[in-house]
Nanobody, 120 residues
Framework: VQLVESGGGLVQPGGSLRLSCTAS????????MGWFRQAPGKEVEFVASIRWSSETYADSVKGRFTISRDNAKNTVYLQMNSLKPEDTGVYYC????????????????WGQGTQVTVSS
């Protein structure tokens, strides 16, 4: 099993980034895919998750971030708009079976993370 994130970087406040996570080694379409983030000195927190067309978002990103998936490409995306300095952190994608949850320990597979820094 492998999850590989890409698309992170340095962006100014108000800017946008699109993260991608490509999966291999499991039946992607059966899995809930989630995005989590970890700011320096803080715990991992839920950002968004998707199963088929059902999406869930943390309150802090609603209206600014959009999660989507392409099952044919085994890839999940996170479009991040109107970025704020408090969005800075390492972003991880993760996978679990069946039911959407927001709890990191419920997710079985994790990527290595991609750094997002929002700063002027």
């Amino acid at each position: 099993v492998q999850l590989v994130e890409s698309g992170g970087g340095l962006v100014q406040p108000g800017g946008s980034l699109r993260l991608s996570c490509t999966a291999s080694g499991f039946t992607f379409s059966n899995y809930v895919m989630g995005w989590f983030r970890q700011a320096p000195g803080k715990e991992v927190e839920f950002v968004a998750s998707i199963r088929w067309s059902s999406e869930t978002y943390a309150d802090s990103v609603k209206g600014r971030f959009t999660i989507s998936r392409d099952n044919a490409k085994n890839t999940v995306y996170l479009q991040m708009n109107s970025l704020k300095p408090e969005d800075t952190g390492v972003y991880y994608c993760a996978a679990k079976l069946w039911v959407i949850t927001t709890i990191p320990s419920d997710y079985n597979y994790w990527g290595q993370g991609t750094q997002v820094t929002v700063s002027s």
